[in-house]
T-cell receptor, first 115, second 113 residues
Framework: QKEVEQDPGPLSVPEGAIVSLNCTYS??????FMWYRQYSRKGPELLMY????GNKEDGRFTAQVDKSSKYISLFIRDSQPSDSATYLC???????????????FGKGTLLTVNP | NAGVMQNPRHLVRRRGQEARLRCSPM?????VYWYRQLPEEGLKFMVY????????ESGMPKERFSAEFPKEGPSILRIQQVVRGDSAAYFC???????????FGQGTRLTVV
């Protein structure tokens, strides 16, 4: 079983739709959970960061973490064509005191938002 | 404030040659993390360095790969005697500390022919 599983998609939605992206993981030591957005031929860009379980909202984006189920989600409301990108979940155990320490990534989900 | 700079953006090497990938951190950043993204695979951690020190190289292949982050200048990921399986996108991320946001560079796409 892979440490982090993410459905690669592709996912295609109309503009304005609510998008739900998910990852599951097996390592119960993970404490820090991130979502990155990666445009084609670019580096990943941090979107959301959550420590432990709970919800976090930032504009049109909501991140949810359920540690009991080992399941994390990213919701995008009122999706826009500019949201078209690959979305990567990432997580770390935060050993040696750091959230950046040794991130484990999912394979990414390719999202297309159609005008 | 310039972002994380990686160069070259694209690198073509013949089998058996050496590849040197450079990562210049953002100003004030002393932590560097290298990741490799193989086709159809997620980003995989390779090595974590602070100035002049390798903190964790558990993701680095045991042979042919090495990394450094000297007191002056960029971090270097060096791949000796490249093989076709080394073809991938190599990203570095840098941060001011282990708990502040890590910013990724644009990556170096290595193609071994």
């Amino acid at each position: 079983q892979k440490e982090v599983e993410q459905d690669p998609g592709p996912l295609s939605v109309p503009e304005g739709a609510i998008v739900s992206l998910n990852c599951t993981y097996s390592n119960s030591a993970f404490q820090y959970f991130m979502w990155y957005r990666q445009y084609s031929r670019k580096g990943p860009e941090l979107l959301m960061y959550t420590y432990s379980s709970g919800n976090k909202e930032d504009g049109r984006f909501t991140a949810q973490v359920d540690k009991s189920s080992k399941y994390i989600s990213l919701f995008i409301r009122d999706s826009q064509p500019s949201d078209s990108a690959t979305y990567l979940c990432a997580m770390s155990a935060g050993s040696r005191g750091g959230s950046n320490y040794k991130l484990t990534f999912g394979k990414g989900t390719l999202l297309t938002v159609n005008p | 404030n310039a972002g994380v700079m990686q160069n070259p953006r694209h690198l073509v090497r013949r089998r058996g040659q050496e590849a040197r990938l450079r990562c210049s951190p953002m100003k004030g950043h002393s932590h560097v993390y290298w990741y490799r993204q193989l086709p159809e695979e997620g980003l995989k951690f390779m090595v974590y360095l602070q100035k002049e020190n390798i903190i964790d190289e558990s993701g680095m292949p045991k042979e042919r790969f090495s990394a450094e982050f000297p007191k002056e200048g960029p971090s270097i990921l060096r791949i000796q005697q490249v093989v076709r399986g080394d073809s991938a996108a190599y990203f570095c991320a840098t941060s001011a500390s282990v708990n502040t946001e890590a910013f990724f560079g644009q990556g170096t796409r290595l193609t071994v022919v």
